[in-house]
Nanobody
């Protein structure tokens, strides 16, 4: 079992910045992928950015150049620095952990960007 705790969501004006963090605990396999997905009202959940324990990243085209994903393997944390936020970034952001034990999701944190 892996538990994920997210933090850092909130309300921000367009053009502003937010930083999301997610901490994993439990049975953590050494090789894993951590990252962020989001779901806007009425839309399907979509990948935002993920990063492997080896440092390989996959970032959605819609956020490239604005969002940066990073992780601390020693602390089992992943962060998402979000800059130049747009109203279309408004969504619930979910942390996801994938490893030998399967997929685990956080409860989500709401990011609201006002225009």
């Amino acid at each position: 079992q892996v538990q994920l705790v997210e933090s850092g969501g909130g309300l921000v004006q367009a053009g502003g910045s937010l930083r999301l963090s997610c901490a994993a605990s439990g049975t953590i396999s050494r090789a894993n992928v951590m990252g962020w997905y989001r779901q806007a009202p009425g839309k399907q959940r979509e990948l935002v950015a993920v990063i492997s324990s080896g440092g390989n990243t996959n970032v959605a085209d819609s956020v490239k150049g604005r969002f940066t994903i990073s992780r601390d393997n020693a602390k089992n944390t992943v962060s998402l620095q979000m800059n130049s936020l747009k109203s279309e970034d408004t969504a619930v952001y979910y942390c996801k952990w994938t490893g030998s034990g399967g997929d685990y999701w956080g409860k989500g944190t709401l990011v609201t960007v006002s225009s």
